[in-house]
C-alpha cells in the first residue's frame, strides 16, 4: 500500500501560502493566487506602458500574468479561448548576469552597442518564436508563418537560409549561444555579422498580422526589472520603445528611479509622458482604499486555503483587530501608572464644582491636560481654565496630540513602548508594497502560533507589535547586501531612526509626529552637487539608492521637480521600519536637514544625531530602546 502523506503543519501551512513573497518563488501558484490590482486595465492598454515601484510592489506578478502563459493559466487553460484574445505577452527578466558581459575595454561604445542591439534582436525574436510554436501546439489549425516571411526574418538576425517556425526557433536558439560563447572571448577574435537593431523585429511582425488568428492582434514584450541595464543598453531599449510598431509594443517593470536614461540612440531624442508612454506609479495608483482593498482580497484567499483541524481560521480583519487610542493608553500604562496619576493631580488643581465634567473626560485626555501643563511650563489650573473656555480649540489640539503622547507613556522603559496592531495599521506600515505587507501577516501568524499555538482567535496587539518590530529588523538586516551603498543605508537609517524615536518621545512643547526630511543648502563644503565633472555626488548617490531599495520613500515638495533630483521633494523612512525604532507611521510634518548633516549621520552619527536634535529642542539622555542595543557601537561612534 502507498503512504499516504503527512498532513502539513499550521506552521508550514502558513509558510506554504504566506511565506513565498516573490513571485519566482511561487511558481504555479502565483496565477492561482492572483489578485487583478486597480490599474490593471491601464497596463493592459495598446500603448507603451512603465510599471513603477519597488521591491515587492507586484510588478513581476502583473507582467508575468499578462504572458501567455500566465493568461493561460488564470484563464483555466481553455484552449478554445486563446484565439480570442485581445493581446499576447512576452515575459522577460532582465539578467544582471548577461547584461553586464556587454562593457569592457575590450570594444569601443559603439561596438557595445551595436552588439547588444543584435543580441537583444535575438532574445526578443527567440520570446516570439517560442510563443508562436506553443499557439501552434494548442491551436492546430491555424496558420503558420509562410516560408519567405522566415526566409526574410532569418536573413535579417544572419541566421541562414531558413523556411520554417521550427528552424527559426532553433537557429535564434543556437545562435545565442554562440553569440554569448562568442562574447566571453571578444578580445581573441571578431564579432559574428551583426543585425540591425529592431530590423528583424519590424520583419516579424509585419508578417505576424497577415495570419488569420493574429488580425488586429496586439503584442507586448514584458520586461522586468528593467534597472539592470546598464545605462548605453536603456537607450537602446528605449530607441526600440520609442519606435515600436502599431503590432507591437513594450510594458516595463523598474524600480523607482532606475530608470536613469529617457533618451534614445539619438541624444537629442527622448521618451516623455504622457506622449510617448504611459508612466504608472504604483504607490500613487494604490494609495489608500485601493491598496487595503487589494491587501484583503491577496490574505483572505490565502487564509482560505489554511486547513487545520477542528479549527476555523478567521478571516484578516478578525484576525489582525486595531486598537484605538484610549485602549492602547490602558495597555501602554500597565506597570506604569501615568494615567491614574494624571488624573489624581488633575482632580487636585479642578475646582470642586467642575468635578462632574472632569469625571466625563477618558484617561488620556486628563494625562493630556498634564502633558500641555508641563510641556507649556504652565499651571495645571491655568490649563483646565483654558480648556473650559475654548473647548473646540482644546479638542482641536488634543486630537492633534492624542497620537503622539502614545509615545510618552513608556518613555525610557523597557519592553514594548508603542503599539502597532491591526489590519489597516498593517497596511499603512506596508506603504502600497504587497510583499511587506504579506511579511508583517505571516510574522503575526507564525509568532501567535509560537505563543499561543492556535490561529482561531484574534492576535494579540503585542504579538502584532512584537511581529511587526521582526518584519523592521529584518528588512534593516537585508539593506546591507542590495547595493553598493548598502552599508551607508543601514547607517543611514539607524541615524534617521534614532532621531525620529527621540523626537516621537518628546513631541509636547513641539510639533506632534514629525517623521519627514527635506533638505536645504547649508553649509559651503557641501553646496556644490557636481564640483565640476559628470559625477553625482555622495548625496545624490545616497537618496537615489535608498529610494530605489525602499529605505526611504519620497513625495513632490512644495515646487515642482524632475523625478531623478533628489532636491525640492519631502523623504521619510519607510513605514516598515516605524516599529522597530518606534515612531509614528503616519505621514505627517517634516524638518529640514542639510546635505552634511545626512553625510554626518553616515560617517559622524554620534555628533551628528545630537546637532539634529539640538536644533529641534530635543535631548539624546534616554537609553536606547531595547532593539537598538546590538547597534551601540554605530550609536557610539565620532567617526
Known amino acids: 500500500m502507498s503512504k499516504q502523506p503527512r498532513p502539513l503543519t499550521a506552521v508550514e501551512q502558513v509558510s506554504r501560502w504566506f511565506g513565498s513573497f516573490k513571485a519566482e518563488w511561487l511558481r504555479e501558484q502565483m496565477y492561482d493566487l492572483f489578485t487583478e490590482p486597480s490599474y490593471f486595465p491601464e497596463v493592459t492598454s495598446p500603448r507603451p506602458c512603465v510599471l513603477l515601484g519597488g521591491r515587492g510592489t507586484g510588478k513581476t506578478t502583473v507582467l508575468r500574468c499578462m504572458s501567455y502563459e500566465g493568461r493561460f493559466a488564470l484563464t483555466g487553460e481553455a ?12 515575459y522577460l527578466r532582465v539578467n544582471t548576469n548577461r547584461v553586464t558581459a556587454f562593457s569592457g575595454p575590450e570594444l569601443t561604445d559603439e561596438r557595445w552597442t551595436r552588439a547588444f542591439g543584435h543580441y537583444f534582436n535575438l532574445v526578443l525574436c527567440t520570446l516570439v518564436f517560442r510563443f508562436l510554436e506553443w499557439y501552434q501546439l494548442r491551436c492546430p489549425q491555424s496558420d503558420s508563418l509562410k516560408p519567405n516571411d522566415c526566409a526574410e526574418v532569418a536573413a535579417s538576425l544572419h541566421l541562414g537560409d531558413l523556411t520554417t517556425l521550427r528552424d527559426l526557433l532553433a537557429g535564434a536558439r543556437r545562435a545565442l549561444v554562440d553569440f554569448e560563447a ?22 516579424l511582425f509585419e508578417a505576424l498580422p497577415r495570419l488569420p488568428d493574429f488580425v488586429h492582434k496586439t503584442f507586448f514584450f514584458l520586461i522586468d526589472e528593467y534597472e539592470n541595464f546598464l545605462d548605453y543598453q536603456q537607450r537602446v531599449v528605449n530607441t526600440l520603445i520609442k519606435h515600436s510598431g502599431e503590432a507591437y509594443t513594450f510594458k516595463v517593470g ?17 521618451l516623455i509622458h504622457p506622449a510617448d508612454y504611459e508612466r504608472i506609479h504604483i504607490q500613487e495608483k494604490l494609495d489608500g482604499e485601493p491598496f487595503v482593498k487589494l491587501a484583503l482580497q491577496v490574505c483572505n484567499e490565502r487564509i482560505k486555503r489554511l486547513r487545520i483541524p477542528r479549527k476555523r481560521v478567521p478571516n484578516l480583519e478578525q484576525l489582525l483587530p486595531p486598537l484605538d487610542e484610549d485602549e492602547e493608553a490602558e495597555l501602554l500604562d500597565e506597570g506604569s501608572g501615568k494615567l491614574e496619576a494624571a488624573a489624581r493631580e488633575l482632580s487636585r488643581a479642578v475646582p470642586p464644582e467642575d468635578s462632574p465634567l472632569l469625571q466625563t473626560l477618558t484617561p488620556l485626555q486628563k494625562y493630556f491636560l498634564l502633558c500641555w501643563s508641563q510641556g507649556k511650563a504652565m499651571p495645571l489650573e491655568q490649563v483646565w481654565r483654558q480648556f473650559l473656555d475654548s473647548t473646540v480649540e482644546h479638542e482641536t489640539r488634543y486630537m492633534n496630540y492624542k497620537h503622539s503622547i502614545l509615545y510618552t507613556l513608556r518613555r525610557g522603559k523597557r519592553g514594548i513602548q508603542k503599539y502597532y496592531s491591526g489590519w489597516r495599521v498593517f497596511t499603512q506600515l506596508a506603504a502600497c508594497n504587497i510583499r511587506y505587507f504579506l511579511e508583517l501577516v505571516v510574522q503575526s501568524l507564525l509568532t501567535a502560533l ?34 553598493v551603498y548598502g552599508g551607508q543605508l543601514t547607517k543611514l537609517l539607524l541615524g534617521l531612526g534614532r532621531v525620529f524615536q527621540t523626537m516621537a518621545s518628546e ?45 526611504l520613500l519620497r513625495s513632490p515638495g512644495s515646487k515642482l521637480a524632475d523625478e531623478t533630483e533628489t532636491k525640492d521633494y519631502d523623504y521619510m523612512i519607510h513605514p516598515i521600519f516605524s516599529p522597530f525604532f518606534v515612531f509614528s507611521h503616519r505621514r505627517k510634518r517634516k524638518m529640514s536637514l542639510r546635505r552634511d548633516q545626512l553625510l554626518g549621520l553616515v560617517h559622524h552619527p554620534k555628533k551628528t544625531i545630537r546637532e539634529i ?10 537609553p536606547l530602546p531595547e532593539q537598538l542595543l546590538m547597534f551601540q557601537g554605530y550609536y557610539d561612534a565620532d567617526s
Request: hydrophobic share 35%.
Open 182 to 203: 562568442c562574447l566571453n572571448n571578444v578580445a581573441e577574435g571578431k564579432l559574428p555579422p551583426l543585425s540591425m537593431q529592431g530590423a528583424p523585429l519590424d520583419a
Open 613 to 622: 536634535l539640538a536644533a529641534q529642542n530635543r535631548a539624546t539622555e534616554d
Open 254 to 270: 523598474v524600480r523607482e528611479l532606475g530608470w536613469r536614461c529617457r533618451t534614445t540612440l539619438n541624444e537629442n531624442e527622448q
Open 79 to 90: 484552449i478554445d479561448g486563446v484565439p480570442k484574445w485581445p493581446y499576447y505577452g512576452f
Open 450 to 483: 509560537e505563543h499561543t499555538g492556535r490561529l482561531d482567535k484574534p492576535i494579540s496587539a503585542k504579538i502584532q507589535t512584537l511581529a511587526a518590530q521582526a518584519v523592521g529588523k529584518k528588512n534593516l538586516s537585508e539593506l546591507e547586501g542590495l547595493s
Open 507 to 551: 513631541p509636547l512643547g513641539h510639533a506632534p509626529e514629525v517623521n519627514q526630511f527635506h533638505l536645504v543648502d547649508g553649509d559651503p563644503l557641501y553646496s556644490e552637487t557636481k564640483t565640476g565633472t559628470d559625477q553625482p555626488d555622495e548625496v545624490e548617490c545616497l537618496l537615489t539608492s535608498a529610494v530605489m531599495h525602499l529605505a
